[in-house]
């Protein structure tokens, strides 16, 4: 009997269900609560990694910042590795490991920062989870500002003595017996020759435009520089006078812009000693730009001011008018009329390539050369070679680093876009 009863009392307990529930979310509530808190450590290892990310970009992009690219690397490196710290120091017992690695090619310079931290959990250490890994990596590129030296070259030849525009041609046409547009600058006439009637009369010539837009390129340099000595200038003629005429130096090269500026004043139409001396052939570019070659040492990389890059800014209006006898193929006078050895033509590019070749830019602006309509000189020796004559003045320059402008269009405005174009080519071609 008593044996039947126990045998009925274990079959009720065995089929029992009551309380199943509150048992099962016992037993459900441990990795509830571990999920849950895992959720929450791994948000704030999330937040703790966006903030070391920001501190990784600051480090990065301070090294490849201006200041920082004028040190070395190693000051460089030891200034990122101070900001992130910095930065991080909230988190500075979480962190495993720091680098920043920098490199230098040419202008240009990279930064790597790479972090690793371990953040301690506090919920899913229940279930194992002692830390979270984060880790990072910030890259940074820049370009460093170039130190350039620029050395103007102006044509100063009896040509530029042309009215600047139209109108002043105009003028000087109606005002002159030989209906002649040119301003020259005879000594034997120093009182009465067509430069005083042009200044007599307000008319500009091509030189005076010249002039004044050098001194503003000064302006421009200098308020463009970002760098102590970044920028240096020197200018050059082709000559005070045709006879004996020669390489002359308006200012060597210097950092002081403004005194630079000063110097510019000088530069003047070039003078002749009488009408037709030497059968007027004072422009003698292949003479000029060999003396220029000599005149510009070797480039650097623009990474300092002892390793400037070195730009040569050529601004005529591109027609030759020398003796030239040569029978050479790379240096006879491709116009040369018989029985004379007085050659003009456009610029022979040969020059130009001499001088490209040692890694120095040119920079050509091209004055248009206004055709004369009225005057037989023009005719006869200029206008049958009259349109290779803006050709041959860009393949004198370097890629990208030519310019046309008409006189009337602003020569001024002309130079200082050619002057950026310059600098930004430096920035991008490194």
């Given amino acids: 009997m008593r044996i039947g009863a126990l045998r009925r009392a274990v079959r009720s307990f065995r089929s029992d269900r009551s309380g199943n529930v509150l048992m099962l979310f016992a037993f459900a509530l441990v990795p509830i609560l571990a999920l849950a808190g895992g959720v ?31 040190k070395s690397i190693a000051d460089s490196k030891a ?84 009215a600047a525009t139209d109108d002043d041609i105009k003028v000087m046409v109606a005002k002159t017996s030989d209906k002649c547009a040119f301003a020259c600058h005879q000594m034997d006439k120093a009182t009465s020759d067509y430069y005083t009637l042009a200044k ?14 050098s001194q503003q390129l000064m302006d421009t340099a200098k308020s463009t520089a970002t760098l102590t000595g970044q920028y240096r200038m020197a200018a050059y003629t082709m000559g005070a006078s045709c006879n004996g005429k020669t390489l002359t130096t308006i200012q060597s090269i210097t950092s002081d812009l ?36 000599a005149v510009i040492s070797n480039p650097g990389d623009g990474s300092s001011a002892s390793l400037p890059q070195k730009v040569l800014y050529f601004v005529s209006d591109g027609v030759a008018d020398y ?5 050479a193929s790379s240096t006879k006078c491709s116009q040369k009329k018989s029985g004379t050895t007085r050659c003009q033509e456009p610029i022979n590019t040969s020059f130009c390539k ?13 004055t248009t050369y206004l055709p004369l309509p009225t005057n037989d000189w023009y005719n006869d020796w200029i206008k049958p070679f009259s349109a290779k004559i803006p050709t041959n003045m860009q393949a004198c ?28 080519k430096a920035y991008l071609s490194m």
């Fill in 323 to 327: 003796a030239n006898s040569s029978s």
């Fill in 354 to 366: 001499t001088i490209k070749d040692r890694g120095i830019k040119i920079a050509v602006l091209y």
């Fill in 200 to 213: 007599s009369l307000g008319v500009q010539m091509r030189i005076d435009v010249v002039r004044t837009a």
């Fill in 79 to 162: 200034d990122a590795e101070k900001i992130f710290d910095a930065n991080a120091v909230s988190y500075k017992s979480m962190l495993a490991s720091r680098t920043v690695e920098i490199t230098n090619v040419g202008l240009s310079r990279s930064a790597k920062v790479v972090y690793s931290a371990n953040y301690p959990t506090h919920f899913a250490s229940f279930v194992g989870q002692a830390k979270v890994v984060v880790s990072g990596t910030s890259s940074a590129a820049g370009a460093r500002a170039p130190f350039i030296d620029f050395f103007l070259l102006l044509d100063n030849s009896p040509s530029m003595g042309v």
């Fill in 258 to 293: 403004t005194a630079a500026k000063s110097a510019a004043s000088a530069i003047d139409l070039m003078t002749i000693p009488y009408a037709n001396f030497d059968s007027d052939q004072c422009t003698d570019f292949n003479t000029t730009l060999t003396s220029m070659n």
């Fill in 40 to 70: 929450i450590d791994y948000t704030q290892a999330a937040n703790v990694r966006i903030q070391l990310n920001a501190a990784a970009d600051s480090a990065a992009l301070a090294a490849v910042s201006q200041a920082a690219m004028l």
């Fill in 397 to 424: 320059a370097s890629p990208g680093l030519y310019f046309e402008v008409s006189p009337s269009q602003g020569i001024a405005e002309a130079m200082n876009a050619l002057f950026q174009r310059i600098v930004t």
